[in-house]
């Protein structure tokens, strides 16, 4: 597995850009206002925290000098104190948790709109820059609002007791003051000088999880293929190998956590002694009351608490810059992948016509697939593609899709709503039958009973009854990659476009059942193109373009020919 590098510079700017969105979307005034609320919270605590050190230095003057009545007072507003305090500190939680949750929708939705329009999660799977995009949107945006928010009110709560305990360590002690701030600085430089490493191990260790769980998922949908062909070993061989580059990086993380955490545990301790010791000799003499000790701890711990963020928060700190720096690549990469990939080849979207002027269609390596192909595909035509140049035939489906496909000319199609593409391998969403089979703008006026029998037509009666119709299902798990196919065609059947385009049906199913298909669709007047295997036959056909391993290409009109 190679070593992440993160850009920090860059992943900060990010992280305020992203903030900036947020603030300013539609979102941003219930954000605001919960920011403000829990501002005003936390100096709220703030000053508690306050009241508390004072409350509880003259309760425990009143014991030392056995003052019954005053302790009683002490008591008393040490308990309402607490009382407000628990209080304040529930209701900013809640609001915290709030925002947190209304931020996460808001970047969910966000990254789920970026990455499902326009065939970007295809480009950015194909570009192979990011690994694991589902993992950063379902886990890490939830990481990243929590944590971000979590961070940003332990800086507020950090800055407010500076501000608040300052005055009152100073007061009690000037040395002491001094003392606090000196001894955070330290702490806080050695931290980050132990712990720097872990930003990118942790970088490192969620992709190694990652990869390891899409390892499983893989052995769990390919199971019957496994078992087949005695691959068993194999599959355990990778696996264990994922596993044993996780196990090696969390070693390395270990071994810092230890070293940063020999230093965290020693600062903490010493924080307990350090303000005894200097204030004590003061009450010895006789200087100060026996409260002034226990206040000037608390407000010690108070401040080197505050000033010493990063000594005490270290580990948290390197794994939110590590869910920013993960967040920041997704943004990137959805980013470049909505980018207009720089090419010649324009497609021009018309009503009922299907084109192509002078298209020459090159691999990624510059190889000519197709040279200068210009034909007309008549409406009602059934036609195959197919011959020796099959990457041809592969690269002309995806470049009238509209994907990934490098070169130069015109392709005129009607628009997407009068076209249907069905790739090899079809993916009915989880949903209701229906919802698949009906586009949205027919949801009314499809009657059940022509469903039931286009599918009855395509040989799909047994399989499915009316009642699944409805059913909210995984399809893709229930149904056989035959009948995921089948329901596809009846999907086109049920929508009528103009065109539309097979890849590789013929690989699927039988030639009687294809040639059943294609006259289906003949009735329907919707035109058919097939995108074959090379030896596919073509009799079913009115039409063949003959694709040539030159990239040179034929095209033969069968219906002259009888």
């Known amino acids: 597995m190679s070593q992440q590098h993160i850009p920090l510079k860059l992943t900060a700017t990010r992280f305020v ?14 954000a605001r206002f919960l920011l403000f609320a829990l501002f005003t919270l936390f100096g709220g605590i703030s000053a508690l925290n306050v009241v508390n050190s004072f409350v509880g230095r003259y309760f425990m003057t009143a014991i030392a000098e056995r003052q019954t009545a005053e302790f009683i007072r002490q008591a008393i507003l040490y308990t309402g104190a607490f009382a407000a305090s628990t209080i304040v500190s529930v209701v900013a939680r809640f609001a915290e948790e709030r925002l947190a949750l209304l931020w996460r929708e808001f970047l969910t939705r966000r990254a789920i709109g970026l990455y499902m329009t326009g065939g970007t999660f295809y480009r950015v799977g194909i570009r192979g820059k990011l690994s694991h995009p589902d993992q950063r949107i379902a886990e890490d945006i939830k990481a990243f609002t929590n944590t971000t928010l979590s961070f940003v009110l332990l800086l507020l709560n950090s800055m407010l007791t500076i501000l608040t305990f300052s005055s009152v360590l100073w007061l009690i002690s000037p040395l002491l003051f001094i003392a606090a701030v000196l001894y955070s600085a330290i702490g806080s430089y050695m931290t980050v000088v132990l712990g720097r490493p872990l930003i990118n191990l942790n970088y490192n260790q969620l992709d190694s999880e990652a990869a390891f769980r899409s390892g499983l998922i893989r052995v769990r949908e390919n199971s019957e293929s496994i078992v087949i062909e005695g691959g068993e070993q194999h599959y355990a061989n990778a696996l264990l190998r994922q596993f044993d580059e996780l196990t090696a990086n969390f070693k390395r993380i270990i071994a810092v956590n230890r070293n940063v955490g020999f230093f965290t545990t020693g600062f903490n301790w010493m924080i307990q002694i350090i303000p005894v010791v200097i204030i004590a000799p003061a009450f010895i003499r006789g200087d100060m009351e026996f409260g002034v000790i226990t206040q000037s701890a608390a407000a010690f711990a108070m401040l080197v608490g505050a000033f010493s963020f990063i000594v005490r928060q270290f580990k948290s700190i390197s794994n939110f810059a590590t869910v920013v720096a993960r967040i920041s690549s997704l943004l990137e990469a959805i980013e470049e992948a909505r980018e207009p990939t720089v090419t010649e080849l324009e497609i021009v979207e018309t009503e009922g016509r299907l084109a192509y002027e002078r298209v020459t269609l090159t691999s990624p390596t510059q190889e000519v697939l197709l040279k200068n192909l210009s034909m007309v595909v008549p409406t009602d035509t059934r036609l195959i593609v197919a011959g020796d140049g099959e990457a041809a035939g592969t690269a002309l489906f995806r470049a009238t899709v509209g ?30 039958l229906r ?3 009906v586009p949205s703008e027919l949801a009314t006026e499809e009657s059940d009973d022509r469903i039931v029998a286009l599918l009855g037509k395509l040989g799909l009666a047994r399989a499915l ?10 399809w893709s798990a229930i149904l056989s990659p035959r009948e995921q196919q089948l329901v596809a065609i009846a999907g086109v059947l049920v929508a009528a476009p103009s065109y539309v385009l097979l890849e590789k049906a013929d690989t699927i199913f039988g030639q009687e059942h294809l040639a059943e298909i294609l006259r289906l669709l003949a009735e329907q007047k919707i035109a058919c193109i097939n995108f074959a295997e090379a030896d596919a036959p073509r009799t079913a056909y009115d039409a063949v373009l003959e694709c040539h391993a030159d990239g040179s290409w034929t095209w033969i009109d069968q219906r002259k020919r009888a």
Do not use: C, N, W
């Open 17 to 30: 850009h992203a903030v900036k969105i947020f603030m300013t979307s539609d979102v941003g005034g219930r």
């Open 403 to 432: 994907i990934g496909t490098s070169g130069k000319g015109r392709i005129i199609r009607p628009p997407r709503e009068r076209m249907r593409f069905l790739a090899q391998r079809p993916y009915p969403a989880p949903g209701t």
């Open 435 to 437: 919802r698949f089979l």
């Open 465 to 474: 009854t009316p009642s699944d119709l409805d059913k909210e299902q995984d």
